[in-house]
């Protein structure tokens, strides 16, 4: 896990024509079936300016001369190693306040603080979801698609109508893109970077076992924005792990209705339709899984972490190196190549995929984890 460093670049904007609104989803709501949250869920938290922050633009950013670029100054702030030199860290998703103090956050986290340091010094905000650039992780049993936004800061209008105008938007994208392609991006509302958020809490809260908050948080998510899908297939997952697949099939199938593709919500519905004994359903929505989607993410993972138990390192090699080749960025593939590696008596590709694992690990937890079997790597290779 390393320190960020500032990436401006032109994005692509994705024009596309807009869909019907959702149905109302007051009737998706059980609220009587789970205790309270654990905390207030509140949604006006998430890029709330802290009055640290208020401080720092004050004294760190605002320039007196009028003629130079505002953004440059935030921009130069945010990575420079004598100031914030933010880190990325995807352990939980923090408001904006909470990045600011920590000084680091998923790119989630770190768009909304930015946000609120533009927006504090009057600069123009466009959010902005990438499309097609989702990965995986995982926990335990739960597999997550974690998607990417970024942030587009225009002009601030000189209050008396003179200064120095900028007539180029500069992007931060807090994550480097996966190739060199430019970005395909949509255009979000505040509101769905805020309901991302309060899913991204729902998903984490079910990770940790703590179903209640999570139906709180997907609950959330929904009322702020409707349109984010990604809530109704959360809020399914939450009915399911409570025993209630009537009510998980209906927030799935209100997703299906707006997207009869979307592989995700056709998976978690298979296994709703699976409890229900609705078995011929469900095989139906398994066929169509695997027209859509016949190597879904981890496929290639979990069948070599088959073959890695049963000693057969070739094989487990060979699928390893399938999943890395399609998401070279998931720490775990990169951690078991360089076990399966060291398991073939090959030290020094074990030791190249192991420090990439540690480059690309998500939380300080699994860097700081990383790093010591490096290290320990690295006494035991001469031997």
């Known amino acids: ?87 990325y860290d995807a352990a ?18 770190l768009v909304m603080m930015t946000a609120a340091l533009a927006k504090e010094m009057g600069l123009a905000v466009r959010y902005q979801a990438v499309l097609g650039d989702d ?6 049993n739960l597999y997550v698609a974690v998607g990417h936004v970024n942030l587009t800061l225009g002009d601030r209008v000189p209050r008396d109508g003179f200064g120095f105008m900028q007539n180029d938007p500069m992007t931060i994208d807090f ?20 309901a991302m958020y309060l899913n991204n809490r729902a998903v984490e809260s079910l990770a940790a076992g703590k179903v209640n908050d999570a139906y709180w948080w997907a609950r959330e998510a929904i009322r702020t924005d409707p349109e984010l899908l990604s809530a109704y297939i959360t809020l399914g997952v939450v009915y399911r792990d409570r025993r209630h697949p009537e009510l998980a099939d209906r927030a799935l199938q209100r997703v299906l209705a707006r997207e009869p593709e979307n592989t995700k919500a056709i998976s978690n519905r298979a296994l709703v339709l699976d409890d229900m004994g609705r078995r011929a359903e469900a095989d ?96 035991l290779a001469p031997q």
């Open 175 to 194: 994550v480097p893109p996966h190739s060199a392609q430019p970005l395909r991006t949509r255009t979000i509302r505040e509101q769905t970077v805020i």
């Open 284 to 379: 139906v929505l398994k066929q169509q899984l695997a027209r859509l989607d016949p190597h879904p993410p981890f496929s290639y993972f979990n069948e070599g972490m088959a073959a890695l138990r049963q000693k057969r390192l070739e094989a487990a090699r060979v699928l390893f190196e399938k999943e890395v080749d399609r998401a070279p960025y998931q720490h775990e593939f990169q951690f078991w190549l360089a076990i399966t590696y060291l398991e073939l008596h090959d030290a020094k590709r074990a030791t190249a995929h192991l420090q990439r694992a540690m480059e690309v690990a998500t939380t300080r937890k699994d860097h700081d984890l990383y790093a010591a079997k490096l290290a320990r790597l690295k006494t």
């Open 1 to 87: 896990m390393k320190a960020l460093t500032a990436l401006l670049i032109s994005a692509l904007v994705a024009g596309c024509a807009s869909p019907p609104p959702m149905p109302p989803s007051a009737d998706l709501f059980h609220d009587d079936l789970f205790a309270p949250p654990s905390a207030p869920v509140r949604p006006d938290e998430a890029m709330a300016i802290s009055p640290a922050m208020r401080d720092y633009i004050a004294n760190r950013i605002v320039t007196t001369s009028r003629f130079s670029d505002p953004r440059r100054k935030l921009i130069d702030v945010l990575y420079r190693k004598d100031e914030l030199q933010l880190e």
């Open 135 to 140: 990965a995986w992780d995982r926990s335990g």
């Open 92 to 109: 939980e998703t923090r408001t904006a306040a909470q990045a600011f103090e920590a000084r680091s956050g998923n790119c989630l986290a």
